[in-house]
């Protein structure tokens, strides 16, 4: 009895049959489109919160009336200002990195937004702790 021929390509000793890479989906342009409009919002915000960060020096105000640690207020100053900015420049690149794999991208600066804001207080609430109460 006879074999059937082999199905496929001929196996050769040197190169072995691989089969052809998976395409990449499409990618989607409302998504691309979305994203980057939603970004840019995010850098108005932060732009914008970072902007109320610089008023956290009137933390200050107080303090020649009672002992303050200047330290703190000014670190409370500094994330208030800068934390808003590594947020967007994390969000910035999550979101390249999703759009090159061809995932949904538009939710990263969704995400981001309750962190730009939350960073103001994160830095307030270091201000408040250089100035004593009472």
Not at 26 to 32: G, I, M, S, T
Not at 38 to 45: E, I, K, P, R
Not at 58 to 72: K, Q, Y
Not at 101 to 119: E, K, Q, T, Y
């Amino acid at each position: 009895m006879t074999q059937p021929p082999p199905y496929g390509p001929p196996a050769s000793p040197i190169a072995p049959y691989q089969p052809a890479p998976a395409a990449k989906p499409p990618a989607r342009v409302w998504d691309v489109v979305l994203t980057v409009v939603l970004l840019v919002g995010l850098g108005v915000l932060a732009l914008i919160v970072s902007f109320f960060g610089f008023f956290l020096a009137m933390a200050s105000d107080p303090c020649g009336v009672r002992d303050c640690s200047t330290e703190l207020i000014g670190l409370g100053m500094l994330t208030a200002v800068a934390l808003p900015w590594a947020v967007l420049l994390a969000a910035v690149v999550l979101a390249i990195v999703l759009l090159v794999r061809r995932r949904h991208a538009f939710w990263v600066p969704l995400v981001a937004v309750p962190f730009v804001i939350g960073s103001w207080f994160v830095g307030a609430f270091i201000a408040a702790a250089g100035v004593p109460t009472g």
